[in-house]
């Protein structure tokens, strides 16, 4: 039973350009999403996070937003950077506030 | 600020050897979390702790996996014996408190279970 669900196992964006990185959730008492970053070897880092009361939130060239009513999420770089290069997980968590991730999406930018 | 500690990084055992992994939290994080991630997938929550105490561990197979956190700080995850299924990335993460506090992630021990 997979709650948050990243359909795109990897995408590709040129240098520059916007990366939109897409998740998917069936849970309706989720109320809380984050991103997370990972490079190899490494463990997830935090992103940015988005409560259900909004609908957007911005950090930088970062921006989340989320559509309740389609149980949708999406991660918006611009511009993209090379250094974006990494594996994106998304993430949820309810009122036990247990987090339930995604399986990820490789995001590879190109120069 | 140190980040969140593991170690060993990496292990090879055999299946049905024993294993122990170790992890150290960012001072001051009173809640500390065991995660299993498979390769491919997300990582999933096997054991979640507030200060000593367990607060989920509804997805840790006790049969064979067990973990303690001592005096609150630092914490070790067991697994006896192992199964090649464990093969996969044991991450530990820490955040100040419970509820929806950003978790810091630590670098992760990668176990392949022959």
């Known amino acids: 039973d997979q709650q948050v669900k990243q359909n795109s196992p990897s995408l590709s964006v040129q240098e520059g350009r916007i990366s939109i990185l897409n998740c998917d959730y069936t849970?309706?008492?989720?109320?809380?999403f984050l991103w997370y970053k990972k490079y190899p070897a490494e463990g997830p880092t935090f992103l940015i996070s988005i409560s259900s009361i909004k609908d957007k939130n911005e950090d930088g060239r970062f921006t989340v937003f989320l559509n309740k009513s389609a149980k949708h999420l999406s991660l918006h770089i611009v511009p993209s950077q090379p250094g974006d290069s990494a594996v994106y997980f998304c993430a949820a968590s309810d009122w036990a506030q247990k987090l339930v991730f995604g399986q990820g999406t490789r995001l590879t930018i190109n120069p | 600020e140190a980040g969140v500690a593991q170690s060993p990084r990496y292990k090879i055992i055999e299946k049905r050897q024993s294993v122990a992994f170790w992890c150290n939290p960012i001072?001051?994080?009173?809640?500390l979390y065991w995660y299993q991630q498979i390769l491919g997938q997300g990582p999933k929550l096997l054991i979640q702790f507030q200060n000593n105490g367990v607060v989920d561990d509804s997805q840790l197979p006790k049969d064979r996996f067990s973990a303690e956190r001592l005096k609150g700080v630092d914490s070790t995850l067991k697994i006896q014996p192992a199964k090649l299924e464990d093969s996969a990335v044991y991450l530990c993460?820490?955040?100040?408190?419970?509820?929806?506090?950003?978790?810091?992630f630590g670098p992760g021990t990668r176990l392949l279970v022959l």
């Open positions: 001072s001051g994080h009173a809640t």
């Open positions: 993460a820490s955040s100040l408190e419970r509820g929806q506090e950003t978790q810091y």
């Open positions: 849970n309706s008492m989720f109320d809380y």
